[in-house]
């Protein structure tokens, strides 16, 4: 049987640390108003000067390395971000020519909080039908160079931070190990829920003067309908894919979540039973970093020695679009 597997996985964050206290400087907020609401204790910022592909470039290297791979042994990128290098051309290309390998293919993923798991997704898929046999899949985000730091932009800004998180997905002839069950769901009835209008196409010029002191500079959000429809969504995908993928939610080890709130993450796992554990968080360090959130969670629990070879982990994710996705693998 013809399956792939994460040969590799690695992560990086940049290292300046920003508190919640830090932000309350900058806007009407407290430590205690996040914390409560969001389970976001800090997060990073990457500096001014560096670049999404520069934190891909990190986690990539530690990806390959984990795999024992050369960047010549890749056959193709995808990229899952939403915070590009520049508008065009994709991110994944530029990370591509930092990493010196030849003209593999690079694809960008414009899925946001899904990113990661539509781009693993997609070379699983390659990798099945025995087109390619080891693929970069990366997720990475700069959020902080584009975040409202006043009160009219509050809600938005104390979420996110930086960071970076890249698996290589390799060809496994055999049944025990790899990608059993992919799911990949949008509805776009929903987009308006979280967007950013910054590039605006229909207007001519697309950029105008007025941009700049014009909330559609920034993301803007109705966090309230995107909390709701998140763990509505998250439940029936858990249950969806387990009933799909032929397993029981207990022999799940750990259920890997996109990072957006803890408290989405709580109700999640509350409601479908889930013992306390299982699912696992790390966004009291990182806040949401988007299409990082996954891969970086991920490389956490296996630098911390808690995954072990046959082990059944559940990766879920729901963001901007609406957009939500699963994986179930055998690691
Ligand atoms: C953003 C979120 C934490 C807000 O929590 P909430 O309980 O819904 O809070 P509300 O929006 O009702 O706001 C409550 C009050 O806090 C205020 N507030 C908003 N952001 C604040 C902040 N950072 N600090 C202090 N007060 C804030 C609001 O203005 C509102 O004030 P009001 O009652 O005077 O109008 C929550 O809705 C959420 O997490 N939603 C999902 C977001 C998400 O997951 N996004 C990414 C998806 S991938």
Known sequence: MLRSYIRGVGS?????????????????????????????????????????????????????????????????????????????????????AKMGTSSIGCLDVRNQCTGFLYALSAADAFIRAGVYENILVVG???????????????????????????????????????ILHTELHADGRHARALCMDVWDISKKPYITRDLIDSPALWPRMDGKTVFKHAVTELIKLFQQTIARAQVRAEDIKYV??????????????????????????????????????????????????????????????????????SALLRW
């Open 140 to 178: 990475a985000e700069i959020h902080s160079s584009a975040l409202d730091f006043t009160d009219r932009g509050r809600d938005v800004a104390v979420l996110f931070g930086d960071g970076a998180g890249a698996v290589v997905l390799s060809r496994y002839d055999g049944a025990h190990r790899g």
């Open 256 to 325: 890997i979540p996109h990072q957006a709130n803890l408290r989405i993450n709580q109700m999640v796992g509350e409601q479908l039973g889930l013992p306390h554990g299982k699912v696992l968080n790390n966004i009291q360090k990182y806040g949401n970093t988007t299409a990082a959130s996954i891969p970086l969670l991920l490389d956490e629990t296996y630098r911390a020695g808690l995954l072990e070879e046959g082990d059944l982990l559940m990766l879920l994710g729901f963001g901007s679009g609406f957009t939500w996705g």
């Open 12 to 96: 990086y964050v940049p290292p300046r640390v920003v508190t919640n206290d830090e932000l309350s400087r900058l806007m009407s907020t407290s430590d205690e108003w996040i914390r409560t609401r969001t389970g976001i204790v800090e997060r990073r910022y990457a500096d001014e000067g560096v670049l999404c592909s520069d934190l891909a470039l990190e986690a990539s290297q530690r990806a390959l390395a984990d795999a024992g791979l050369a960047p010549s042994d890749l056959d193709f990128i995808l990229f899952a971000t939403l915070s590009p290098d520049h508008h065009f051309p994709g991110t994944g290309c530029y990370l591509q």
